[in-house]
């Protein structure tokens, strides 16, 4: 929605956006031209768990490490190809709890700003609008996947619930 309020074209999913290897296909989201660029950009969206195992100790004393972590691990998993390439890159990492990385923060920044000259509105204010949907998205995306595994436990006491679809039924 960002990337369509500030008129740049965003196309999904688009293959073989970045290289030739096979594999190699980052780009959510491609843009013909990013904000104030002429040349494409691809932007990849990674969403990282701080509590999972193998960062959380780090995740727990650092703000913001999940995300740091996410766009490391995109910049090494294309660096080879981006250096080929004649394509900016953005890797937009988002921490499960809703958090932003520094460039998903910094790109969501320079869009809301082109979106919000479009509409005459405040640059401020249409961050943390786009910031806002995104991060209830990621939270609700969340449950989504934690209802999805089957069971969700409820407060002490209470009987485990079995969740079928969209219905709930004690087990």
Excluded: H
Aim: net charge positive; proline share 4%.
């Amino acid at each position: 929605m960002a990337c369509l309020d500030a008129a740049l074209e965003p196309k999904k999913e688009e293959k073989g956006t970045v290289g030739t290897k096979p594999g190699i296909i980052p780009g959510d989201v491609s843009l013909p031209r990013g904000v104030n660029e002429r040349r494409p950009r691809s932007i990849d969206v990674t969403i990282v768990n701080p509590q999972s195992a193998s960062i959380c100790q780090e995740a727990a004393i650092s703000q913001g490490y999940a995300a740091r972590k996410g766009e490391a691990t995109k910049y090494t998993k294309y660096a080879e190809e981006l250096q080929k390439n004649n394509r900016r890159f953005t890797a937009f990492a988002l921490e499960s709890m809703g958090g932003f990385g520094a460039e998903a923060r910094s790109f969501l920044w320079r869009v809301a700003a082109e979106a919000a000259d479009r509409a005459r509105r405040n640059k401020a204010e249409v961050f943390r609008d786009y910031a806002e949907r995104i991060s209830i998205q990621v939270v609700k995306g969340a449950a989504r996947a934690a209802i999805r595994r089957g069971t969700m436990l409820l407060p002490r006491g209470a009987e485990r619930l079995k969740i079928e679809g969209s219905k709930a039924e004690a087990a």
